[in-house]
């Protein structure tokens, strides 16, 4: 599906981007164009790297930043397709920055949006997360309104042939300031700080975010925020399953975080759709009805009141999953 067409991922030399690239790169063999936009150049040197033109002719690095929309509407001339990575998400961060969290994650997707209106772009996806469902924190905050403004933006697409959508997910395995590779580089000390030990997550591997993404360029009709069905862990599991002898201290919440994150908010039961692999969160309008996009798809209505959160979630990996999944998906070793 990308072949021939051009692409391009702005926060391109993050952990999603950097493993969007890889796979594009081994899947579209004759994708026209691939541009990385992003606003660290010493990034895009070290990722150069590793994909360098004259390997990848297709390939396209562009220093930019999302709070620049002329810049923005530069690096969109020509491009079909866009992915959408760019955020400040370290929660402290956020909220000792609120407005530079704003600026980045609101402003820069209208900015965005209003590029590619203008630009000719067919298919543009957004990264969520799973702290916009109900947040308490301002990153949580500021990633709602992005998703609320890449849904609306299907309403002013005029005769344009455009769709927007928003993949929404939990915590990636092993992405920078995340807390697998944070236990990692502690494990060595004999103990590890943990926030609460009732504390729960989903989790997700980098590639299957990916594989997402990739699915809603192809199959996304435009509006929907799509969930995937995911596992959860409890935040003392990855403990033991990184370090079974360090100990455990408990030191508490930090400001704006949850015990357990939602996806899905009972508010948003009434117009959600389970396709199976994945839920589809449509947007409230007389004209695009539940009903309408499961007779389009497939797929049910979820029960009234349905709420998919990471502490009541069927599916846990036990210390066993874990400690295979951070080999596979982080160490690239046995972990001892």
Partial sequence: MLNGKSVLVTGGTGSFGKAFVRTVLD???DVRRLVVYSRDELKQFEMQQTFPRSTYPALRYFLGDVRDEARLRRALEGIDIVVHAAALKQVPAAEYNPFECIKTNVLGAQNLIEACLDSGASRV???STDKAAAPINLYGATKLCSDKLFVAANNVKGARDVRFSVVRYGNVMGSRG???PFFMGKREEGVLPITDPRMTRFNISLQDGVEMVLWSIENASGGEVLVPKIPSYRIGDVATAIA???EQRIIGIRPGEKIHE???TASDSFNTVDMGDYYAILPVSAEYTVEDYCARHGGQ???PGFAYNSGTNPDFLSV?????????HVTGQVID
Wanted: net charge negative; charged share 30%; hydrophobic share 50%.
């Fill in 262 to 264: 939602e996806m899905i």
């Fill in 27 to 29: 899947r579209f063999p």
């Fill in 320 to 328: 066993e999953q874990l400690r295979d999944l951070i080999d596979t």
């Fill in 125 to 127: 996806v957004a990264l």
């Fill in 301 to 303: 209505p979820v029960e």
């Fill in 178 to 180: 995340s807390v697998i």
């Fill in 244 to 246: 079974p002898e360090a």
